[in-house]
């Protein structure tokens, strides 16, 4: 047993000292082509994955033919992955033939149209790593000149979206494919235009049925799988974790998501067919920012250097491009293999800081242009840069930075070894680059230079030859353009039989079914407050239940406004009615992105990811009926435009099941995301029922009018069956008029909870809606049509209102001028039973407790999350819901007005004490660290560890000193063990720390990353000696979650005035259980009074319950303190939480100021 993608079995001593021995570089390979060259290219393509079609055959052959020579694998490989459909989306761009018919407008022409329609605030589209939307004018802040003080400025900060599929690896590997999926999207939104940056991100899953071991469900057929690939149920167990741990590492909030099993008999086009997902969707995509000078690229002069930045060539990931261009199982498995690559976010971190600082640096921004380095490697992202400048470049192979030195040519211009970009940078701007690099210990290298020539010449000095030697229009230019034919087909759609269905089966049933249930296994897993501009997250409400329908970040540290994005996806509704599907997609993804305070439905901009098994027989038909339904006639009707996306089209696999040869194929997939600019990031609504405003009422508004579709819906699912009459957008004025009228109604804040209509139907929306609020819902069908269990479960668009009974005929009468008053219903109260009460006319027809329904709910993410984590935890947090009078997280603010700023009279002085925002490399919480000092009224300066050891910056110079989260090192020798030997092994850096802290006029205060860092540094900090160590959470897992601290009484000059206080914080880390050594024990430390906070339950009590305490340190023990104060260390981050609008959940009368800003303002009383 053994992990093919990580591990070999070595057969003999001998093949373990190979692992250790040099092996000699290996020369570049020719292809006789001088007989056959047809022939010759087309046995090269079998053997080498190439993906090559035929007429790209003879068009290479035709070209080799006139340049009168034979081409390098080198060559062959690049041509083929530049050329992939992968990369240049030849189905998207081809000429199409519909049932006979030429159709006038090719699949990505249909897309262009939404932009045509829709241009205005679009400020990129199509021609760059990331589409570009407008903004507002907000404040950033980050550090810059010579000094790396952090400063603010009044500037446009535009909006980037970007998403990206990663379906192939994820299905071989999952962990590695999910998170180099994530990575690779990552770096797509720092490589737009002259440099960006990433914000957060989004990410899903489809996946086939889970079948979990000892929780296989009815609906649950097994219909077997090909032995190379990953089940459903492991890619669901490692894929999300790999996804997760690189938006950690990276330092990247994941906030949105979505999840869907399917895996069905059903009839299509070649009578009873297989659909699901073999071939998974795993999708990541996200919203960064980017500055206004940096939107476009600039022209490359001749000469000017080309830079390799980020990790080493190695032989991972070779042929993604092409691999991932073909149906799964018709390829070799050990190409499959190749073609994965491996993650290393920290690396990926350290070159978006050499990024983010040339960015800063504004008009003298070095960078001239950037792509990052993906499918084929630097053989695809070297040629794009210049191509896209019009340019040539000669490159000398030898210079690229190489671990693997026996690499053939072909090897190191074409692995996909990841975290690396491709840059121009200004020649007269290269040094200060190089120092930017060093400082951020980025590995880089000047690579080559761009020349006008448009000729690629690639040298090899080692073998003193040139293994490529193309024109650019040989390499990029025109190959022939491909033409799909395809056929429309009906067939037989048998009608939904629900006659003798259990009602309250069904819904335990849809309540189970992964696209409905409970996602909370993976939410947790992800940070969700890093970069402190976080202000809607998934979890909702002080039970923290992940129901969320949109993700906001603020745009700055100062002001309301924001980005949010959501998504949208009702792939099932394809194998019914594919055009359906799309136009539902856009639906839901509209649906979920009203909760946010989006000025009007223009400001929404969409991303669309494209998944269909091409040349399956009606899956062409169904994919160009789709494109055309969202591209030529929904979007510019609603006055959207889809500036952003991908295809995926190869999602089928075949595989031999004893005699029998099995085809899975996916269904056509839309998935959706929305991206807007956001008016005031605290308008934002949830689908939390409010408990304290009065009588209130709950008010479907029905955008389905009426009609009660079933087909392809949840509760069809759970019962194996498919039917005939899908969901639709059948008026998207229909969507129009909702939108604007619910924007306005927010306006006039007469809403108070807000969930769409999606999976599962009203019961599943209502039912999650009580589940945030932890209360009961009597519910009432009888204006929602004679079928009880129509108006149950199905699946139109829609959403539920909560308001003010006071307020419900104001409600009504907006929608009624809206057009809208036949279609929107009064259906529900809140009742004092806490249970969903289901009345149909006078009968009733459930009467179930919430905390049933929420188990019930819950249990599918319980199980895997047992069966991924430490199970006995797990079991802890599922039995904790059988508390029906859990208050909630405590907000309990004891001794101290979190508005009076006690930091005032100190800051009115003008003196702004010197405070050192500490980062090693991967160090990712620096930001919202400096800012929340910067606001006590401190001047933050950037200091990396190098600036240290180099002696260009001494402590000497700064009273403070703050460290704060990340993963230092990838902590590979333990979290924040890496960091710590840094300093312990520097002689002028151990000096440097030791006068520090012996200094009686300084302080120090270290945050998860810091804290394990300075926890280990305890020898060298007076009065630390009792400080524990930190290790693996009991868990096994990352936790992210907001957890309830207590402030103790203690010596720590940030907590003063602050004890006795109950509040949340904001809690990532992975390893974060204290262990006391040396004969101290938590009950020593917390009798001297040397303990500042510890975890409590929502009852307020110290805990070591799962997940109260997150980590399972002993007591509850998380911030530590010295005797005289002067440090401090905590596990949770308080900087990400130092304004009201950065909590996930707070009271309604909560100002500006957190209350956790009094920590910090603490820390500038102290040095007056």
């Not at 070595?10 to 060259?37: C, G, H, K, M």
């Not at 229009?473 to 259990?502: C, N, Q, W, Y």
């Not at 006039?748 to 009961?776: I, K, N, P, Q």
């Not at 004891?894 to 009279?905: C, L, R, T």
Request: proline share 6%; glycine share 10%.
């Amino acid at each position: 047993l053994h992990d093919r993608m990580l591990e070999v079995v070595l057969q003999d001593y001998q093949d373990a000292i190979a692992l250790f021995s040099e092996a000699e570089p290996r020369p570049v390979r020719e292809l006789d082509i001088s007989t056959d060259a047809v022939g010759a290219l087309a046995r090269a393509n079998n053997d080498w994955g190439l993906a090559l079609s035929a007429d790209e055959i003879d068009y290479l052959a035709a070209n080799y033919a006139e340049m009168g020579r034979n081409p390098t694998d080198m060559e062959l490989m690049m041509f083929a992955q530049a050329n992939s459909e992968h990369c240049r989306h030849k189905i998207f761009n081809a000429d199409w033939v519909i049932d006979g018919q030429p159709q006038p407008e090719s699949l990505f022409g249909m897309i262009r149209n939404t932009y045509h329609h829709a241009p205005d605030g679009i400020r990129s589209a199509y021609k760059d790593n990331a589409s570009v939307i407008e903004g507002f004018e907000a404040t950033r802040f980050l550090p810059n000149g010579p000094g790396h003080e952090y400063r603010y400025s009044h500037e446009p900060v535009h909006i980037l979206m970007k998403v990206e599929t990663h379906n192939h690896p994820t299905a071989i590997a999952p962990f590695p494919g999910a998170a180099t999926g994530s990575g690779g999207e990552i770096r797509d939104e720092g490589a737009t235009g002259t440099g960006s940056k990433p914000k957060a991100g989004l990410c899903g899953f489809s996946v086939s049925n889970l079948r979990i071991p000892g929780f296989e469900q009815p609906w649950e057929q097994h219909f077997g799988k090909p032995e190379r690939i990953i089940s459903a149920l492991d890619i669901m167990l490692e894929g999300p974790i790999g996804a997760a741990a690189f938006n950690n590492e990276f330092g990247r909030p994941n906030l949105a998501g979505y999840f869907r099993t399917y895996e069905m008999q059903t009839p299509g086009v070649r009578g009873e067919q297989l659909r699901g997902y073999h071939k998974p969707i795993m999708i990541a995509g996200g919203l960064g920012n980017i500055r206004e000078a940096d939107i476009e690229k600039r022209p490359l002069p001749e000469g000017t250097p080309l830079v390799v930045l980020g990790g080493p060539a190695m032989l991972i990931g070779l042929g993604g491009g092409a691999a991932s261009s073909m149906a799964s199982g018709t390829r070799h498995e050990n190409l499959d293999f190749a073609s994965v690559q491996r993650g290393n976010p920290e690396m990926q971190r350290r070159c978006q800081e050499v990024i983010d600082r040339c960015v800063a640096m504004g008009p003298a921004n070095p960078i001239l242009s950037i792509h990052d380095v993906g499918a084929g490697g630097i053989s695809n992202a070297i040629p794009e840069i210049i191509h896209d400048a019009g340019r040539g470049g000669k490159i000398e192979l030898r210079t690229v930075p190489n671990d693997e030195p026996g690499m053939a040519p072909m090897e190191i211009w074409c692995n996909e070894a990841q975290e690396r970009y491709v840059l121009a940078i200004a020649e007269e701007h290269l040094e200060t680059f190089r120092a930017l690099c060093e400082r951020e210990r980025a590995v880089y290298a000047v690579v080559g230079l761009a020349t006008v020539d448009r000729q690629l010449l690639v040298g090899d000095s080692l073998f003193d030859n040139y293994p490529v030697n193309l024109p650019m229009s040989v390499l990029l230019g025109k190959p022939p353009k491909m033409l799909r034919t395809a056929s429309h087909a009906t067939f037989h759609k048998p009608e939904l039989e629900l006659e003798d269905i259990d009602l309250k089966a069904a819904v335990q049933r849809v309540l189970s079914l992964p696209a409905v249930a409970s996602k909370a296994f993976l939410v947790t897993i992800g940070d969700r407050t890093i970069t402190g501009m976080v202000t809607r997250d998934q979890m909702v409400g002080p039970w923290q239940v992940p129901v969320a329908d949109v993700a906001v970040t603020a745009t700055d540290y100062v002001g309301y406004s924001g980005e949010a994005m959501a998504m949208g996806e009702r792939t099932p509704v394809a194998v019914v009615h594919p055009a359906a599907s799309g136009r539902m997609a856009i639906g839901e993804a509209l649906t979920n992105i009203a909760a946010a305070d989006v000025a009007r439905l223009t400001d929404v901009r969409l991303s669309a990811n494209w998944m269909a098994a091409a040349g399956v027989p009606g899956e062409d038909a169904a994919l160009f009926d789709t494109v055309k339904a969202v591209g030529e006639e929904l979007c510019p009707r609603l006055g959207l435009a889809i500036p952003v996306g991908k295809d995926s089209l190869s999602m089928r696999t075949v595989w031999e099941q004893g005699e029998e040869t099995r085809e899975m194929t996916a269904p056509l997939s839309l998935i959706i995301s929305a991206f807007a600019p956001v008016q005031d990031v605290r308008r934002t609504l949830t689908p939390q029922l409010r408990t304290d405003q009065g009588d209130t009422d709950l008010i479907l508004v029905d955008l389905g009018k009426g009609r009660n579709r079933l087909a392809a819906s949840a509760l069809a699912q759970v019962y194996v069956q498919v039917g005939h009459h899908a969901p639709d957008m059948d008026d998207p004025q229909v969507m129009k008029d909702f939108f604007e009228t619910l924007q306005a109604l927010r306006r006039e804040r007469l809403l108070l909870a807000y969930h769409d209509r999606s999976d599962g139907g009203l019961l599943a929306t209502v039912a999650e809606m009580m589940f945030a609020g932890h209360v009961g819902v009597d519910l009432r069908l009888g204006s929602l049509g004679d079928s009880p269990l129509a108006a149950l479960f199905t699946e139109e668009l829609g959403a539920v209102l909560q308001v003010r009974h006071c307020d419900t005929e104001e409600v009504l009468a907006a929608f009624r001028e809206a057009d809208l008053g036949h279609y929107t219903h009064v259906v529900g109260r809140l009742n004092e039973a806490d249970a969903l009460v289901v009345h149909f006319g006078h009968a009733e027809l459930l009467n179930l407790p919430r905390v049933a329904l929420q188990k019930i709910w819950a249990e599918t993410s319980y199980r895997m999350q047992a069966l991924r984590d430490n199970a006995d935890g797990a079991a802890e947090e599922f039995e904790r819901l059988d508390d029906a009078r859990d208050p909630g997280l405590p907000f309990v603010v004891s001794g101290f007005d979190p508005e009076e700023d006690v930091a005032a009279p100190y800051i009115h002085r003008g003196v702004r004490p010197a405070m050192a925002i500490l980062r090693e490399q991967g160090v990712n919480g620096q930001l919202e660290m400096a800012a929340a000092f910067d606001r006590a009224g401190f001047r933050a300066v950037d200091v990396h560890m190098t600036d240290i050891i180099s002696g260009r910056v001494s402590l000497r110079d700064f009273r403070g000193l703050a460290a704060g989260g990340g993963f230092s090192y990838g902590d590979v020798l333990g979290a924040g063990g890496g960091w710590a030997a840094t300093i312990r092994m520097n002689a002028r850096a151990r000096d440097e720390f030791a006068a520090f802290f012996e200094r009686a006029d300084t302080f120090g205060l270290g945050v998860c990353n810091g804290c394990q860092m300075l926890s280990q540094l305890r020898d060298l900090i007076p009065g630390a000696g009792h400080w524990p160590h930190f290790y693996r959470n009991r868990s096994e897992q990352f936790e992210a979650r907001y957890s309830a601290v207590e402030v103790l009484k203690s010596p720590s000059l940030f907590l003063q005035g602050m004890e006795g206080s109950q509040l949340p914080i904001a809690v990532a880390h992975g390893e974060g259980r204290a262990v006391f050594e040396h004969g101290t024990t938590a009950e020593q430390v917390l009798a001297q009074g040397l303990v500042g906070l510890r975890y409590v339950d929502n009852a307020g009590r110290a805990t070591e319950h799962y997940p109260e305490n997150p980590n399972g340190s002993p007591q509850g023990i998380t911030g530590l303190t010295t005797p005289d104060g002067r440090f401090t260390i905590m596990m949770p981050h308080p900087e990400r939480l130092f304004r009201s609008v950065q909590y996930s959940w707070c009271p309604d009368n909560w100002g500006e100021d957190g209350p956790w800003l009094r920590l910090f303002r603490n820390a500038r009383v102290w040095v007056g």
